[in-house]
C-alpha cells in the first residue's frame, strides 16, 4: 500500500517562505507524477502545482505563479514545494499527491491520474 506524507506547514506572516515537503513509500511502485494541491474552507481542492518525470514543464495554478516553486527526485519518490511571498489567500491545507504507474504507463506523455494522498498539512498566512 504507498503511503504518501507531508510535512512543513505552519502559521506564518505574509510575505513569508516556507517549504513544503512530500514523500511516497510502501512496497515497490513507480510515479508518473507527484503534486500538491489545496483545498480552502468552503472550496474545492485545486491543483497548485505538479512535476511529470517525463521532461516536461512544471505545471502551475496562475495563482501562484512566480511564487511558488515545485521539485523532486522520481527515484526517492520525494516533492517539495517552495512558496515564498505567502498571500492570506494562500492559507488552505496542502495536499500531496502520487500518480502511480506501471509499465508503459510511466512513460510518454498522458493525462495525470492522482491516486494516492496525503493527509494535508495546514497552512495559514496571516496578514
Known amino acids: 500500500q504507498v503511503h504518501v506524507v507531508e510535512s512543513g506547514g505552519g502559521l506564518v506572516q505574509a510575505g513569508d517562505s516556507l517549504r513544503l515537503s512530500c514523500a511516497a513509500s510502501?512496497?515497490?511502485?513507480?510515479?508518473?507524477?507527484m503534486g500538491w494541491f489545496r483545498q480552502a474552507p468552503g472550496k474545492k481542492r485545486v491543483l497548485v502545482a505538479s512535476i511529470t518525470w517525463n521532461g516536461g514543464s512544471p505545471y502551475y495554478a496562475e495563482t501562484v505563479k512566480g511564487r511558488f516553486t515545485i521539485d523532486g527526485d522520481k527515484d526517492k519518490k520525494v516533492v517539495g514545494l517552495q512558496m515564498n511571498s505567502l498571500k492570506p489567500e494562500d492559507t488552505a491545507v496542502y495536499y500531496c499527491?502520487?500518480?502511480?504507474?506501471?509499465?508503459?504507463?510511466?512513460?510518454?506523455?498522458?493525462?495525470?491520474?492522482?491516486?494516492?494522498w496525503g493527509q494535508g498539512t495546514q497552512v495559514t498566512v496571516s496578514s
Open positions: 499527491a502520487a500518480d502511480i504507474c506501471s509499465g508503459f504507463g510511466c512513460y510518454g506523455s498522458r493525462d495525470l491520474n492522482f491516486g494516492a
Open positions: 510502501g512496497g515497490t511502485f513507480s510515479t508518473y507524477a
